[in-house]
RNA sequence: GCCCUGGUAGCUCAGCUGGAUAGAGCAACCGCCUUCUAAGCGGUAGGUCAUGCGUUCGAAUCGCAUCCAGGGUACCA
């Protein structure tokens, strides 16, 4: 049998309808339907049904009124056990129990891969996010993109999209020529000198100061101890740059390893020079008449392509700009043979989109592969204060908040928003291990449903008696219960699970509108729901009783929503704990 | 000035390509543990959807204008 999502099944079952209505003359002076100008709704008010489908879309070109429209479609549909109910222009659809009870055989069956959906056109699509500069810790913000990115590509692989996942490491600029005269200052200090950084704040800039430097110089001495004041000055500035550079890029993997965030490739801008690859696309450019020289520097001639204007790539010192190494960086992306780039960046660097596309259109390639996912900030609430991140000033880094607040709540946090939303993170709220804090509101509905499973096929002893309680069934018999399962059971608990059962079914909408969207705070939102839906179950329907059949069907449910959550948590990369 | 986001309940946010009475969580208030985890559940209250105009049978949703907030507007990344 075809497994199909319910708002399909209702859609497909409405059109087929409608377009024999339209055959038998039924609709007035429609004569043809346009497959897709119907769409399916879940209505606000459950009273009326599980999905419904208005169709005064429809009256403009039937000429007729929108409840006579509904009423002759209804008319040539093939109800089976479903029903459908017309209520002014809407045509109302309440799942049968043939549909409900299929649903959660299919997940018992599926298990991990329920909500994958089937037939889909998939792509090659290389991800890129975080890509900072090696040149400190990352801050709150870098977590956000940490977070999101590593959960989207969770979610457009489980759709069924390749996806290869990459840091870009500027390990090229000028940046890392600051980090390395700052690591000195930190070296000589810890060799007694008493130099600082400079306190005016124009050449401070030039600097990183930073106390994360620190171990830094003391791990760079262990490595040269033959390091003294006198001869520092005649090591180069590069054994520097390389050795803290190194040292921060260990750093930022290591608390990447710690999230659960796990990229294919890190992608060294500054091999992308060594290669010859920013000359090759530089020149291309330049070939193609899109290069010229003006006031001393080499310009990209972007406002050719949209963007407001050309673009420095070459300076008046003779070095590159951020840009170059990015044109190239992108060109090279689509040679390896991707099909889509789909970059996430800071709302702070949207003036960026136009000339990059504009660079890719220059280079012959259709700028509409790439994709950027603009995210907005981050703000951290501390007692109920919001501390703005500076880029420089009051950092706290995510480090800081992973350890105070744990991984599950820091990348439930950063993922539970609209991409476009800017992030509140407040941590107290995060520490909590309380109803005021989702991620344990849903980790808990995941480990009371263990629990419900583990105390049905283990003895217990009851606290008040003291007596043993035998298990209402082996192990064994739950494993057969879920390899030869017999869906019919769960008719007999159909009416209390119904909306659990809906709930369940709404995965499979969820994975393919979110993919879509490229958005995984719905999945957020969904596991919060999903776990309210298992909540209010335990609490009106006792699952462990005397009566066996009943006892299996309502295990069958709980095993199902134990199945379903820890499908949402794993695209969200957070733990699904068996107990609490 | 121009560009990008956002403005919905006391707070944090949903609201899908316009549709049935505007939704959730938290906070507030009232209830629910002799039974599988009360880290839970049920209920009550709470809104001029920033403002104005327009399109439409119908607008929180689309268009224009205005106001407010954040970000950008580099030969920084």
Redesign the pocket.
């Known amino acids: 049998m075809r497994k199909i999502m319910l708002r399909d099944y209702f859609l497909n079952k409405v059109e087929e309808a409608l377009i024999k209505a339209v055959k038998a003359n039924k609709l007035g002076q429609m004569n043809e339907y346009q497959k897709g100008s119907l769409?399916v709704?879940?209505?606000?008010?459950p009273?009326?049904?599980d999905f419904?489908i208005?169709v005064?879309?429809l009256a403009r070109s039937a000429k007729i009124a929108p409840p006579m429209i509904a009423n002759a479609i209804v008319e040539f549909i093939e109800k089976e056990d479903n029903e459908y109910t017309v209520?002014?222009g809407?045509i109302?659809f309440k799942a049968g129990e043939t549909l409900l009870i299929n649903l959660i055989k299919e997940i018992i069956d599926k298990k991990s891969n329920f909500g994958r959906p089937e037939n889909v056109e998939t792509e090659k699509i290389i991800l890129e996010y975080i890509s900072a500069?090696p040149t400190g810790p990352f801050h709150i913000g870098h977590g956000r993109w940490a977070a999101m990115g590593s959960a989207l590509a969770n979610l457009l692989k489980f759709y069924g999209h390749e996806v290869y996942q990459e840091f870009y490491i500027?390990d090229a600029?000028?940046?890392i020529q600051k980090l390395g005269r700052s690591l000195i200052i930190r070296v000589k200090q810890e060799l007694g000198d008493d130099i600082d950084f400079p306190t005016d704040e124009e050449e401070r800039k030039n600097y990183y100061p930073g106390d994360y430097l620190i171990p830094v110089a003391q791990a760079f001495l262990q490595k040269y101890p033959d390091t003294t004041l006198e001869n520092i000055d005649k090591i180069e500035l590069s054994t520097f740059c390389d050795f803290a550079k190194e040292y921060e890029e260990k750093v930022q993997r290591d608390l990447l390893d710690k999230l659960h965030v796990e990229f294919d490739n890190f992608y060294s801008e500054l091999t992308l020079h060594n290669s010859g690859k920013v000359k090759h696309y530089v020149d291309k450019l330049t070939q193609s008449g899109k290069i010229y020289e003006?006031?001393?520097?080499t310009w990209f001639r972007s406002s050719d392509y949209g963007d407001?204007q050309d673009?420095?790539i070459k300076?008046?010192?003779g070095?590159n700009?951020?840009?170059t190494a990015d044109i190239a960086y992108h060109a090279d992306k689509l040679e390896r043979g991707f099909d889509r780039m789909i970059d996430i960046w800071g709302?702070?660097?949207?003036?960026?989109i136009p000339r990059v596309k504009a660079s890719l259109e220059a280079l012959g390639y259709d700028p509409n592969k790439l994709e950027v996912l603009?995210g907005?900030?981050v703000n951290l609430v501390i007692d109920g204060n919001e501390v703005?991140m500076g880029k420089r000033k009051n950092m706290v880094t995510l480090e800081d908040l992973v350890d105070e607040v744990g991984v599950d709540a820091t990348r439930f946090w950063m993922s539970m928003?609209?991409i476009?939303?800017?992030?509140?993170f407040d941590i107290e709220l995060a520490k909590k291990?309380?109803?005021?804090n989702?991620v344990?509101?849903v980790q808990?509905a995941h480990?009371?449903a263990?629990?419900?499973i583990r105390?049905a096929v283990n003895d217990r002893i009851d606290t008040?008696s003291g007596e043993t309680i035998k298990a209402v069934m082996s192990e064994s018999d739950f494993n057969s219960l879920l390899n030869n399962f017999n869906q019919d059971i769960v008719k007999l608990t159909l009416k209390e699970a119904r909306k659990i059962i809906l709930k369940l079914e709404e995965f499979k909408h969820l994975i393919v509108?979110s993919a879509r969207d490229r958005q995984v705070?719905t999945i957020c939102?969904y596991v919060?729901d999903l776990a309210?839906e298992f909540?209010?179950f335990?609490?009106?329907?006792?699952?462990?009783t005397d009566d066996k059949s009943l006892t299996s069907a309502r295990l069958a449910i709980v095993y199902a929503f134990k199945t379903v959550l820890a499908n949402a948590l794993r695209i969200l990369a957070v733990s699904a704990p068996e107990?609490?």
């Not at 709704?41 to 008010?45: G, L, T, V």
């Open positions: 769409i709704e879940k209505p606000k008010n009273d009326f049904g419904a208005n005064s879309s209520v002014a809407f109302n500069n500027n600029g000028s940046q003006k006031d001393g520097a407001d673009r420095v300076k008046v010192d070095s700009t951020y840009l709302a702070d660097h949207h003036g960026y603009l907005q900030l703005r928003r609209n476009d939303t800017t992030l509140d291990s309380s109803d005021e989702p344990f509101y808990y480990a009371r263990c629990s419900i105390n008040q509108t705070y939102r919060q309210a909540h209010s335990y609490n009106s329907t006792r699952v462990i107990r609490m």
